[in-house]
């Protein structure tokens, strides 16, 4: 009797909250008291032995039960198929998951939904790759090109990337794949770090960081910006000077700003040479970055980390609003609609710098870069993962960091996977950590 | 001993569905089977006898318990404030909600998170409007224009809208407002039909709707289009021979083509003189609007029913990509957001056509566009608010249409309130129309 095929059983959930406000680590002009979360999903089979899918909406704290109820809405859509089906075609799930008629009215494709099917489709890939024994950098960049372009929803694309102009890049992204997989093994990829440049931190700290990034190999730094302009102008001084003339600054207004405010105060900064601006306003107005872009040059307009879709990138990209495009590996519908900014990306020549941090941003989105590298652009320059020191510790497979580079992950899967021991401590509220300190919980909801 | 002022002592959450799948009452390209649905909210105060405040989400079915989540994670800003302090500044709560730096990580400003600020924020309208004894359309009539100024939030306007332009806007439009009140009572306010339209109704049923909106009173009625190009063109050619050259006949496609198809499906659809093609493509594709408007003249383009915030309407209008702004009540962030709107639209002089339909959006937006009219724009001219005869019996002030216009509301309120016997029977799972019928119920979750 043929073996009934694996199929997935559930779609477990946990509420997971670090009290990271205390420390004032991820501190910023709009996110004074962040205590990073997931909502955590785990696909469960019934394969004997067979591995487990796992993703995640990163989050900020409150509001981390609202994503959760996300994922449950979701379950139907998942639980039941068999494991062979939504690993051959992770695309087919994604759709259907965007394309859910009622859930749609909720976005459609922005905010919590979108990024609820973004934790689903990412713990999918988590479990194709995981299947294939491979990392998913190496599994995306070892697809056939015509699997990879039937994994993209081009809804609402077709005017700025068509199908066949997608398969080009994938294929002329093929030539040199080998040499450049043995490279990246060899020497990794260029990281930058924000840990210096929390707004919450002083300047003997901030001072002390940088010159810790600056020896430990990095070549580019972050500082929160935007809170109060001659804080900001003594913050950059302190950390030019730190630096010195060749390593990036890169500053951050986490949205702080209207246009007008946004040009001034770039330009107030401009003195001490940052690389590129991040988010100057909100990520939703195309056109004010745009105009930004037009009035700060040379300084870099940088967005993406609340970009909520392929259908926003997309307009960035067509009014020449950005410099630098920020991925981020769970704001959107996950991997496949990630794979269709990337190739906006590569076909409007602009870089992809992902932004990362958070709770296990790192070890998503490495993979993605490192396949941008492999087997779409082809190139590293002007290109760099954000890295932030946090929360690492938690993953089974954390981001390993060398001379200011990420180290390719060799362990299959999506390196997504939370250690047990975090979830019992951190699950909120019945965690072991939560349970000890109900004042420090109560902060958290009603 | 004076009295403790009232306060807010609860937000009663409920999830209410109704079952409008099964008439296909709803249906349209990209929503077939909607079960029209409300994420419910209700303000109790401790003041004696006092009114309630009433809000909500619309959803179209499941997900509408994830509404209800976002609606909980929302209590702590808003149980144990004064009446009088919420009821007098509406504007200060709302800027609390949309700035809780953790909540606002889902958004921001736009998705479920932000659809439950909107129902929280209406809540407090329609309680302020009750203790004034006053329509909400006519407190906000009379409201003083600074007032109402201070009630906005500009933070991502300032480039399209200041603060002074909008006080000049609002102090030109209390000239004659008292005459535009008296024929506002006497006349009505304009509306518009879409029941005859949805995409599940065969041609017979469009026929005999069409000629009954018409003998109605109705001077406009719209088609739902875009699921199949040889059914749209013999149904508006139907349309078009019942209906006469006179009626207006719009169209609306909800977000179902790419651009070029946008195009040339309007094209096609051109020699039945659509007033406008509603929703042509994504809604966050302010571009993709533009491109459409430009190619399909003299068709107008419309949209806004899922625009998620006043960021994206105010590029519509920057870019000149619409040529009618169709506010929703319940998309945004309340009514203090969609001040903002109906000023940026009456600033670049773009009429606004509401959205309605769904679970109480006409008793919302009647009041909005009653405002508009009495004291903003002072016209009614190429302005119609959209009029589906669904569900209004749950309501306990529901809509009147009089000769295909809406009668201005006089019962103190925002109009949001459901009845008792409604809440009773739809919540869901466990009210008794849901409970009588676990096979349906099932369809909704998992």
Known sequence: MPQAPARITALDTHDIRFPTSRELDGSDAMNPDPDYSAAYAVLRTDAEDGPRGHGFTFTIGRGNEVQVAAL?????????RTVDEVCADPGALSRDLVGDSQLRWLGPEKGVMHMAIGAVVNAVWDLAARRAGKPLWRLLAEADPDWLVGQIDFRYLSDALTPGEALDLLRRG????ADRTARLIGHGYPAYTTSPGWLGYDDAKLTRLAAEAVAAGFRQIKLKVGA????????????REVVGPDVRIAVDANQRWDIDEAIRWTRALAPFDPYWIEEPTSPDDVLGHAAIR???APVRVATGEHVQNRIVFKQLLQTGAVDIVQIDAAR???VNENLAILLLAAKFGVPVCPHAGGVGLCELVQH???F???AVTGTTEDRVIEYVDHLHEHFTDPVTIRAGRYTAPTAPGFSAALRPESIARYTFPGGTFWAADPGTAEGHTA
């Open 72 to 80: 449950h809405a979701l379950r139907p859509h998942v639980v039941g």
């Open 174 to 177: 093929r030539e040199g794949a």
């Open 228 to 239: 109060d302009l001659d804080d900001d102008v003594r913050r950059c001084r302190v950390a």
């Open 294 to 296: 037009r009035a700060v």
């Open 332 to 334: 959107v519908g996950g």
């Open 368 to 370: 993605l870069a490192m």
């Open 372 to 374: 941008d590298y492999v």
